[in-house]
């Protein structure tokens, strides 16, 4: 009977833990519904749409726990489209997208050096 009640208890807190996390804010604009996730400390995780078929589709941002932007691309029925970008530390990464295979990737770091005709 003891091994019963602890094991209930321990079920009801981690029922309550669990309902803690912000559950995702749909949002339907015509025939696309805008999504946005949220990390466990309440910042955005994603956002982005899915079409009428509920696959990806259109721009997506993605954002670590405290904000930061980490992933910015775009989507065509589901699958990875033209430039994406990632940002890591100092750097980013460029990388071409068609039909979700990798095309090219070109990597910027603070110490690249740009160009500019005037």
Do not use: R
Request: aromatic share 12%.
């Amino acid at each position: 009977m003891k091994k019963i009640i602890i094991v209930l208890v321990m079920l009801c807190v981690g029922f309550t833990y669990a309902q803690d996390k912000k559950q995702p804010k749909l949002e339907k604009k015509g025939d696309v519904t805008e999504v946005t996730y949220y990390h466990n400390n309440g910042e955005i995780e994603q956002k982005g749409t899915f079409n009428a078929n509920g696959k990806l589709h259109g721009e997506w941002v993605s954002f670590d726990a405290e904000g930061n932007k980490v992933a910015l691309g775009n989507y065509a029925n589901g699958k990875k489209v033209g430039k994406w970008f990632f940002w890591e530390g100092n750097s980013l990464n460029e990388v071409d997208f068609i039909d979700s295979k990798i095309v090219s990737v070109n990597k910027w770091d603070n110490k690249t050096k740009l160009a500019i005709n005037k």
